[in-house]
């Protein structure tokens, strides 16, 4: 058999010779469909089998941000756990120090990790193929966002106890009213014999001896409410100032011979208000001082210990706790 571009010969034993054979037209059609058919579905065949082992340039950029994601995800990660070993350092100093100086008590772990929102907050990570990564750094930025909260507005607390801390020691009586020096605690504060109304009576201040003429300062920093001669519901008290120190703190100076402050003035702790007398209810030169507390007397001798030595102060104490009588 062989075969030219266009025809077909086969031998013919009878009559010994090489005969063209000639194929129907039909029949060519037929032959050239099936290899076009043949040819098609090869190709198909085998493009599909390629898909299964290649890779689309699209999905080759896609892999290659899935990969870029997870990077940043374990940047993330990083970053996350830096802050959370800071954040962990300071509210150790703030529980262990700040707060302690300022005598409150510590936080606590379970206030500073108390959750925000419920578990279906995280649902929305389930149905991701990375889910559970991202839902676990998802948590640990929500609980560090809720630990910054609770140390900032702590460390608002402390800043606001340190600012009046300042102005409150400013403000309270620490100092006597009149120079250790030049006056002397004469009678103290509780029941003492009353040298003109001739009664046991609350002495509700302290007696302090001095000549006439000593100048009289303010205890602490405030605002003088009242002074004057004898002023209503001060009858009795001669010439009197009232220093209104803020905190609940309020100071009175009794029998001044002469006032140098009027109603509303600023004053500071030492400066000087009066000066030593004996005017209204009094039977000689000295200061009555009074200090209250939240509206309420208390004994002026505990609120001395700016200016006095340890030594010093005992004494006042053993001259204030005498059962004498006051001069009023
Ligand atoms: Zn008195």
């Given at each position: 058999m062989k075969k030219t571009q266009r025809h077909t010969y086969r031998f013919n034993p009878h009559t010994l010779k090489y005969e063209k054979v000639f194929v129907s037209l039909r029949e060519r059609i037929r032959r050239i469909s099936f290899s076009v058919l043949f040819g098609v579905v090869l190709g198909v065949l085998i493009v599909f089998v390629a898909l299964q082992f290649m890779e689309s340039p699209k999905e080759r950029a896609m892999k290659r941000e899935l990969a870029q994601y997870r990077r940043q995800t374990r940047l993330l990660d990083d970053r996350v756990e830096r802050a959370e070993k800071v954040l962990e350092n300071l509210e150790e100093r703030d529980d262990a120090l700040y707060r302690s100086i300022f005598a409150v008590p510590p936080i606590g772990e379970a206030e500073r990790h108390s959750?925000?929102?419920?578990?279906?907050?995280?649902?929305?990570?389930?149905?991701?193929?990375?889910g559970e990564q991202l839902k676990v750094t998802s948590m640990r930025v929500d609980d560090l966002t809720k630990r910054v909260y609770v140390e900032s507005k702590s460390l608002d607390e402390l800043y606001e106890m340190a600012r009046t801390k300042t102005e409150r020691m400013a403000s309270?009586?620490?100092?006597?009213?009149?120079s250790k020096d030049k006056g002397q605690v004469v009678s103290g504060f509780g029941y003492r014999f009353h040298p003109i109304l001739h009664t046991h009576r609350l002495h509700a201040g302290i007696d302090i001896s001095a000549r006439q003429g000593t100048p009289i300062y303010a205890t602490g920093d405030g605002v003088v409410r009242v002074a004057g001669?004898?002023?209503?519901?001060?009858?009795?008290?001669?010439v009197v100032a009232v220093i209104d120190h803020g905190y609940g703190f309020q100071t009175l100076y009794a029998h001044?011979?002469?006032?140098k402050v009027r109603v509303g003035q600023k004053v500071k702790r030492g400066e000087q208000i009066g000066t030593v007398g004996s005017t209204?209810?009094?039977?000689?030169?000295h200061l009555h001082y009074e200090v209250f507390q939240n509206g309420k007397n208390v004994?002026?001798?505990?609120?001395?210990?700016?200016?006095?030595t340890p030594e010093e102060y005992e004494n006042v104490l053993e001259q204030a706790r005498q059962d004498n009588q006051s001069m009023s």
């Amino acid at each position: 058999m062989k075969k030219t571009q266009r025809h077909t010969y086969r031998f013919n034993p009878h009559t010994l010779k090489y005969e063209k054979v000639f194929v129907s037209l039909r029949e060519r059609i037929r032959r050239i469909s099936f290899s076009v058919l043949f040819g098609v579905v090869l190709g198909v065949l085998i493009v599909f089998v390629a898909l299964q082992f290649m890779e689309s340039p699209k999905e080759r950029a896609m892999k290659r941000e899935l990969a870029q994601y997870r990077r940043q995800t374990r940047l993330l990660d990083d970053r996350v756990e830096r802050a959370e070993k800071v954040l962990e350092n300071l509210e150790e100093r703030d529980d262990a120090l700040y707060r302690s100086i300022f005598a409150v008590p510590p936080i606590g772990e379970a206030e500073r990790h108390s959750g925000i929102g419920g578990v279906e907050r995280y649902s929305a990570f389930d149905n991701l193929g990375d889910g559970e990564q991202l839902k676990v750094t998802s948590m640990r930025v929500d609980d560090l966002t809720k630990r910054v909260y609770v140390e900032s507005k702590s460390l608002d607390e402390l800043y606001e106890m340190a600012r009046t801390k300042t102005e409150r020691m400013a403000s309270m009586p620490a100092i006597m009213p009149v120079s250790k020096d030049k006056g002397q605690v004469v009678s103290g504060f509780g029941y003492r014999f009353h040298p003109i109304l001739h009664t046991h009576r609350l002495h509700a201040g302290i007696d302090i001896s001095a000549r006439q003429g000593t100048p009289i300062y303010a205890t602490g920093d405030g605002v003088v409410r009242v002074a004057g001669r004898t002023p209503q519901g001060y009858s009795g008290y001669g010439v009197v100032a009232v220093i209104d120190h803020g905190y609940g703190f309020q100071t009175l100076y009794a029998h001044m011979s002469d006032i140098k402050v009027r109603v509303g003035q600023k004053v500071k702790r030492g400066e000087q208000i009066g000066t030593v007398g004996s005017t209204g209810m009094s039977t000689g030169a000295h200061l009555h001082y009074e200090v209250f507390q939240n509206g309420k007397n208390v004994d002026p001798v505990y609120y001395f210990f700016n200016d006095l030595t340890p030594e010093e102060y005992e004494n006042v104490l053993e001259q204030a706790r005498q059962d004498n009588q006051s001069m009023s």
